[in-house]
């Protein structure tokens, strides 16, 4: 099944403009359509994105959520399609979730850098440049979000 660009209406739910949105679906489209591509970066590619354009109505969940995918995969070495389990047990678990303010200045990478690579080895090096510049912008809250994760996932052990 072939996604169109933006074949996902913008509702406002993110920080930004309804051309990143499309941009941001066309990515997805691409991963979608190739298996081996999403099970190696589409985790990322929702993170990176989520926490790029926190605010909006996106609650502090989402954001607290989408940072420990990005520190499981890039600060514990998890792989990510390892992560997504482990994510619906986070937000299953916490009943509180911290108010991290957004950094001033996100990655240089967008959705449109990653839209614009031209195969699956060149998607898969922008997502991950793209989600460790990302995680990178919010190393104030690293520990916050380490200690978020390590609460959760040492009570399930």
């Not at 051309?19 to 099970?39: G, K, M, N, R």
Request: hydrophobic share 50%; aromatic share 8%.
């Amino acid at each position: 099944m072939t996604l169109a660009a933006g074949a996902l209406p913008y509702r406002g739910y993110y920080n930004c403009s309804a051309e990143c949105w499309s941009e941001y679906t066309h990515v997805l489209a691409l991963e979608y359509q190739d298996p081996a591509l999403f099970a190696q970066v589409h985790q990322l590619t929702v993170d990176a994105f989520a926490v790029q354009h926190a605010g909006g109505q996106q609650p502090d969940k989402s954001v607290c959520v989408h940072l420990v995918g990005l520190h499981l995969v890039l600060a514990r070495g998890l792989q990510p399609s390892e992560v997504p389990a482990r994510l619906q047990q986070l937000a299953a678990t916490v009943h509180k979730w911290p108010q991290l303010e957004a950094p001033a200045q996100h990655a240089a990478t967008t959705a449109n850098l990653v839209a614009r690579a031209g195969n699956a080895r060149d998607h898969a090096a922008v997502v991950r440049a793209w989600a460790g510049q990302e995680w990178a912008a919010w190393s104030a809250h690293h520990a916050a979000i380490a200690a978020l994760a390590e609460n959760c996932f040492a009570a399930s052990r």
